[in-house]
């Protein structure tokens, strides 16, 4: 079913723009959404629409928006099945998968709900008597938010809620392979009762949001960049922020590591491994890159992860499968180039490589053994199903192979050993540590985020993020009737 869907601009529907279809990756003939990409000044313009909707939005108290929060939970959790069903047909992710990225965005709204009577200030001594000072947490102003396609939903609410919560507004731009998606979870925050213009989703190219965003950026009508997506996207959103002297919110990729000592449950470590490195069709931000395991297990930690990826299903993605087809033909083209990079007599898994029969966009499963710390695969992300194995005789060594991409997003240790869990942990430059769990499936209240080629630092989720939608204000309230001088009348010691 084609669903006729637009950009929303102060909530009017920007029914121009170059046409474009999404499709769904297992019937890729099957168009899901056709949606007109609009241009660069359509994108700045929606800025300016949010630059004035925010002035009312941040003057409505905070417990009140919290309750605006409140009710995007109650009714993303009434239409969860629905919402899961459009990603799997959108994007190609397992219906369960679906399920549990939906049930992400109402853990994020159940925490922030109760954020909006939390925004807490400080009050703080002063050097002088008959003084008081404080802090207030102030709104930034208006957010861009760039999400990728891979969780269409659960990564842009890690935005949309908490920047709409601390009083800002939101111009959303969402990839355009999972634009259905986005535009169902826009309508279910719309009917939240949020003003019109305070959240605008804007569809666009690209080069048209590169362009629009610089023109906002130089208007002063963005104050905040989110951008979820690749290292190379983030590198260049970065750049023009930082020309803009802005400091935007990047979470990016990852080559996630994940250590298996001599002393770990192995069967753990290979159930983690098959659902870290191959669930989401390996395409999530924190998917398994690297297993780096000891050399005293690794015959037989490789021989039983061959075995359960064999036993897997890999298919339609509304069955009970390890994964589904690939996002979107662009990824299709670069699991086809990753594979160019592979020697094949370091594949250990057996039987074809590759697309497989039929008109989906499903590819097989590769573990490649014996990467080596300058091989490309060893270095680079590859956001589809293919895992490579390194091995170890020493911690350090494994932690310092651990670093050695140079992202730094997640990763995870198995042992049994809770020295050499707190050593990796404090050894890995990652931004997250599983200690006997997989690379993914980070908890929603928890900061998110990564080091390195993986982000700037900057931390999404839970407390931590509501430092990158406001900005401390101080303020100092003399009520002794005389001018006091800071530093100059205060008593000496
Ligand atoms: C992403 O791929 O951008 O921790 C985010 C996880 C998920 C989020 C992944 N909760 O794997």
Not at 292 to 301: E, L, M, Q, S, T
Not at 449 to 454: A, D, E, H, V
Not at 456 to 470: A, E, I, K, M, Y
Request: proline share 6%; aromatic share 8%.
């Amino acid at each position: 079913m084609t669903r006729q869907i637009a950009s929303v601009i102060g909530g009017k529907n920007e029914p121009t723009g170059s046409p474009y279809t999404s499709t769904n990756p297992a019937r890729p003939s099957e168009v899901v959404a056709a949606v007109p990409l609009a241009d660069a000044a359509t994108f700045a313009r929606a800025c300016r629409s949010a630059a004035d909707a925010q002035k009312e939005w941040s003057r409505v108290p905070a417990p009140v928006r919290g309750r605006v929060i409140a009710s995007v939970g109650r009714l993303v959790e009434a239409n969860a099945e629905a919402l899961a069903r459009l990603v799997t047909e959108e994007i190609g992710k397992p219906y369960a998968e679906a399920l549990g990225e939906v049930r992400e965005i109402v853990d994020t709204c159940d925490f922030f709900l109760g954020e909006g009577r939390r925004l807490y200030g400080q009050t703080v001594p002063s050097e002088m008597p008959d003084k008081n000072l404080f802090t207030f947490r102030v709104p930034v102003g208006v957010a861009a938010v760039i999400t990728a396609g891979n969780f269409p939903v659960a990564v842009p609410s890690w935005y949309l809620v908490p920047a709409l919560l601390c009083g800002n507004a939101v111009v959303w731009k969402p990839a355009e392979y999972a634009a259905a998606s986005a535009h169902a979870l826009y309508r279910l925050f719309a009917a939240a009762g949020l003003p019109d213009g305070v959240l605008n989703v804007v569809f666009a190219d690209g080069a048209a949001t590169y362009e629009g965003l610089d023109l906002a950026l130089s208007e002063s009508t963005v104050q905040k960049v989110g951008f979820t997506g690749s290292s190379a996207v983030g590198r260049s959103v970065g750049e023009l922020c930082g020309r803009h002297l802005q400091s935007p919110c990047l979470e990016l990729g990852g080559k996630n590591p994940m250590v298996v000592m001599p002393d770990a449950d192995l069967d753990l470590a290979v159930e983690g491994a098959l659902f870290s490195g191959f669930g989401t069709a390996g395409q999530r931000c924190t998917s398994l890159g690297t297993v780096i395991v000891h050399r005293d297990v690794h015959d037989a930690f490789v021989r039983a992860y061959v075995q359960a990826v064999q036993a897997a299903k890999i298919g339609d993605p509304n069955g009970d499968v390890l994964y589904g087809p690939l996002l979107d033909r662009k990824f299709a083209e670069r699991y086809e180039e990753y594979l160019t990079w592979i020697e094949p007599h370091h594949r250990v898994l057996p039987g074809p490589t590759g697309r497989m029969e039929g008109e989906g966009l499903f590819y097989h499963p590769v573990i490649v053994d014996g990467v080596r710390p300058d091989d490309r695969l060893f270095l680079e992300e590859t956001f589809g199903p293919i895992v490579g194995v390194a091995t170890f005789d020493t911690l350090d060594e494994a932690i310092e192979l651990a670093n050695r991409p140079g992202y730094g997003l997640s990763s995870s240790i198995y042992t049994t050993d809770p020295k050499a869990a707190f050593r990796f942990r404090e050894g890995v430059s990652a931004g997250m540590v599983s200690v006997n769990n997989s690379t993914s499936g980070a908890e929603a209240h928890l900061p998110f985020g990564g080091n390195g080629k993986s982000g700037n630092g900057s931390r999404q989720s839970g407390v931590w993020v509501l430092d990158q939608f406001t900005r401390w204000q101080a303020m100092n309230w003399d009520y002794s009737g005389r001018l006091q001088k800071a530093q100059m009348d205060v008593a000496d010691i």
